[in-house]
Nanobody
Framework: QVHLVESEGGSVQAGGSLRLSCAAS?????LGWFRQAPGKEREGVAR????????YYAASVKGRFTISQDHAKNTVYLQMNNLKPEDTAMYYC?????????????????????WGQGTQVTVSS
């Protein structure tokens, strides 16, 4: 059984920074972050293999966001710098796992099929 528990998001002004964390348990092969703004589809933001180093980013966040893992804590992080109002969304930790749920999404060549509960990030101008 996979569990993904995200930290609280927050509200910042444009140009600010936030860090999200997600504690993962159970077997996963990749971990990542997605986001969904009101009225829009859920989109991939960043991903990396569980226990690995090869990262992949959406073009809209490349150079501003960094995904990383603490392998000892089974925790994945998303450091978000130079935030923009268009980054406002519900952010979801996501995993590629052998027994996922309906409503998966492809991102960077991987099919993410398990989700955290989501955490709100709001960026004001």
């Amino acid at each position: 059984q996979v569990h993904l528990v995200e930290s609280e998001g927050g509200s910042v002004q444009a140009g600010g920074s936030l860090r999200l964390s997600c504690a993962a348990s159970g077997w996963t092969s990749s971990l990542g972050w997605f986001r969904q703004a009101p009225g829009k589809e859920r989109e991939g933001v960043a991903r990396m293999p569980t226990g690995g180093e090869n990262t992949y980013y959406a073009a809209s966040v490349k150079g501003r966001f960094t995904i990383s893992q603490d392998h000892a804590k089974n925790t994945v992080y998303l450091q978000m710098n130079n935030l923009k109002p268009e980054d406002t969304a519900m952010y979801y930790c996501a995993a590629v796992t052998s027994a996922g749920v309906a409503g998966g999404r492809w991102f960077g060549g991987f099919y993410f099929n398990y989700w955290g509960q989501g955490t709100q990030v709001t960026v004001s101008s």
